[in-house]
């Protein structure tokens, strides 16, 4: 996530595929019986996960006074910062950036850096709007606007020339408007405030380029190397951020059947397609269409954006409006070429958002039907090779869907009756043709807007889950076969 409007899309997403599904419940037989021994341990209780870095040493967590940190495996947890709502840990693990829930109705939130190790973390700002960085966090960057001078300031972090007593952000362009965006790729930012565009090419040398009008926000590739701006004839241009040269525009209109269209928003995929997001000037229609070299062709979609559940994969969201009083979302999933994955008529069946592969050739999913008055779900795995299926003992949770690395298993947690007639919980592995059980889950995976963490080497799962009478959060780590 580089930039605050990319996570109220997901929350926007998540509200919309509530209302298709059905809750979770207990149905058929418990299955295979699991020992109460299996290795499921409480990591942090009170507590909702929020991140643990590639190689396990440290997990970070929010509790009701803060976020905390603790050394991993068993490290007791220090209070870091106030409650942050995202952290983002460098590729080394050496640094993690964090940032609040938005305060001052939506205006402002607070960014921290903190580098484990450390008793603290430093507080770099408390009136952000947007936030972004590098994969390496080399860099953060955010805007602050100050009402008494009325300016808006796009500011930059070195994070390797912080000390551990401060840091000094310093300004990488000032515009006298609240309507400043900008979003980050590899280490070039791309400002826009209105129809006008600016490229900091690369944030250690802080140079300023104006880019003109766009008749849309521009975009910036995911690695900085290319960024579009929209021209008044409909076209898109892309050029190559180094040197400024046009690689290659489309016209993504057609004038014939969309003459009184517009662009609501673009970004580009990292595979180099344009996914255009249009809108009729006067009517709520909306569509989508992905534009490369060769050209622009419609893909399913009414508002498309990356889908932060696999890197990778894009989300469209479809209205269906069948009368003037209800609307409905859909969803279909695309790969970076805008290619269908997971179509609106089959992710619209599922009980769980889809789980994709890393390269997203296989794809997993459920469709939960009603049985003799019992809720049934089944479960599905495509591949290149073929579709597989099989019936779930149980019903799957909605919390947690996920391919194992390597995409050799799907995990996930499922709701079953035990033999006593009460709800169980278990944390489940299916291979595409048989299913295990991992381990018994005290309640189940909490409502957490994160995803669960799945770390390799060795291979575990870090999951919130609700705990005791009160079902209040709790982390558990989970070891996988």
Sequence with gaps: MGSVWKTAGLVLLGAGLAACRSDPGGGGDAGTEVDAGAPVQTVAQGATLLEVDARQTFLLSVRADGTYAQPLPEG??????????????????????????????????????????????????????????????????????????????????????????????????????????????????????GRQAWLVSDVSSGGVTALGTT???????????????????????????????????????????????????????GAGTVIVNIQADRTPETGSVACDATGCRDVEGGVCRSWEGSPGAVVCLINRCPSPDFCRSEAAYLDGLGRTLIDTATASQSSVYPAFSADLQRQAWTTRETRDGAKVDTLWWRSPEGTLQSPLEGLADSNLFMFTPGARQVLFARTVTTADGKAGHRLSLWDGAAVSDVAVLEGPPYSNPLSPKVRDNPLALYLTVSQGPGGAPAVIRAALP
């Design 215 to 269: 008749e849309a926000e521009p975009v910036l590739s995911p690695d900085g190397a290319r960024h579009v701006l929209f021209d008044a004839a409909n076209h898109l241009q892309v050029f190559d951020t180094a040197t400024r040269a046009l690689l290659w525009e489309q016209a993504w209109r057609d004038e014939a059947t969309r003459k009184d269209w517009h662009v609501s928003s673009a970004f580009m995929t």
């Design 76 to 193: 007791a947890p220090s209070r870091i910062s106030d409650k942050a709502e995202r952290a983002v840990i460098a590729s080394d693990g050496g640094a993690v950036v964090l940032w609040s829930p938005q305060q001052d109705h939506g205006l402002t939130r607070s960014v921290w850096l903190w580098r484990p190790g450390t008793d603290a973390a430093l507080a770099l700002t408390s009136r952000a709007w947007n936030v972004a960085y590098d994969t390496g966090v080399s860099f953060v960057a955010f805007n602050e606007y100050d009402d008494a001078s009325g300016t808006n300031s796009v500011r930059v972090v070195q994070t390797d020339a912080c000390t551990p007593q401060s840091c000094s952000p310093r300004t990488a362009i000032e515009r006298p408007s609240r309507d400043v965006r900008f979003q980050a790729g590899g280490r070039s930012l791309l400002v826009s405030e």
